[in-house]
């Protein structure tokens, strides 16, 4: 089982830069597919970014595309999600995920953090 804690969120001006970070436990973390989702008030638990395990390329969603890197160091049992260019509908809860498989969809992640809120003011 692998348990997932996330931080780093917090309120930040439009334009404005912050770095989540997501620490997980388990001798086994670094096998494992890690992805970043986000809910915002009312709507579904998105994609965001995810990172492969074995050759650590990464995929994003287009509206975070450019904006937002993720990173893994496997030696922390970490993965981060640098997020720059911040814009308001950005604002939402952001979680760190972990699956077996390579996906950008919820239901594939087993595993999930608690989430993070991250607000962003115009």
């Known amino acids: 089982q692998v348990q997932l804690v996330e931080s780093g969120g917090g309120l930040v001006q439009a334009g404005g830069s912050l770095r989540l970070s997501c620490v997980g436990s388990?001798?086994?973390?670094?096998?494992?597919?890690m992805g970043w989702f986000r809910q915002a008030p009312g709507k579904d638990r998105e994609f965001v970014a995810r990172?492969?395990?074995?050759?650590?390329?990464?995929y994003y969603a287009d509206s975070v595309k450019g904006r937002f890197t993720i990173s893994r160091d496997n030696a922390k049992n970490t993965v981060f999600l640098q997020m720059n260019s911040l814009k308001p509908e950005d604002t939402a809860v952001y979680y760190c995920?972990?699956?077996?498989?390579?996906?950008?969809?919820?239901?594939?992640?087993?595993?999930w953090g608690q989430g993070t809120q991250v607000t962003v003011s115009s």
């Open positions: 995920a972990a699956a077996r498989i390579l996906s950008t969809v919820r239901y594939d992640y087993a595993y």
């Open positions: 388990g001798r086994t973390f670094s096998t494992y597919n």
């Open positions: 990172i492969r395990w074995s050759d650590t390329t990464t």
